[in-house]
């Protein structure tokens, strides 16, 4: 068992069951870029591809990137608080709140967004802090800043996160990952990027951390 001190969590696919309102908010938004809508049964397929091969299978410019995240964050806010979370999570985090001192959400989703779906299921206040990339790849960036801000020891800090792209924002800034396998990324895409935990049911946490005195930030 391992002693992380400092837990970071995904916000969609991981604590959050999002990836079917976020295919619908896609298609509404498709039509004004000129993008064709995603079909329920490509999902399967879909998880086995990056960002970067996801944008290119659908002809999404970067450039707006930007644009369809801010859009579709703002159309997610109006069900956030109906959605439900990963079967299991209403139990596991206070359990893992426990073994930790800091326990907080970077996501590309938004901060408001994430304290609203806390606050109806009451998790909200089991978090230290909610931290928000408008970027798809900035997380290594917000994980740095995360550290020198709480002034974490990179060797006690988990993120747990359900795609390649944060397996590799992990991987940038030398902090121990664990990738889970209910969310977008399949387990075989996320098992190639080497992940240093591959979680298939929020249970294996409980064997994973830990457990120690608890001194929250």
Known sequence: MHRYRSLIFDFDGT???TL???RRVFNRLAPDYGLREIRRDEIPALRHLSIKELLGRYGISKRHVPS????GTSMLRSRIAELPLIEGMQTLLPALRKRS???G???????ANVDLF???HGLRDLFTFISSTSKLTGKAKHLRAIRKTFSFRTDD??????EIRDVRAARKVGIAMAAVTWGFNSPDALKAENPDFLIDSPEEFLSLIQPGENHPL
């Open 15 to 17: 604590i959050a069951d």
């Open 20 to 22: 079917e309102e976020s």
């Open 68 to 71: 369809l995240l801010a859009r």
């Open 101 to 103: 001192d800091a326990f």
């Open 105 to 111: 959400v970077l996501t590309s989703n938004a901060s």
């Open 118 to 120: 806390l606050r109806a």
């Open 157 to 162: 800090m988990l993120y747990i996160g359900d």
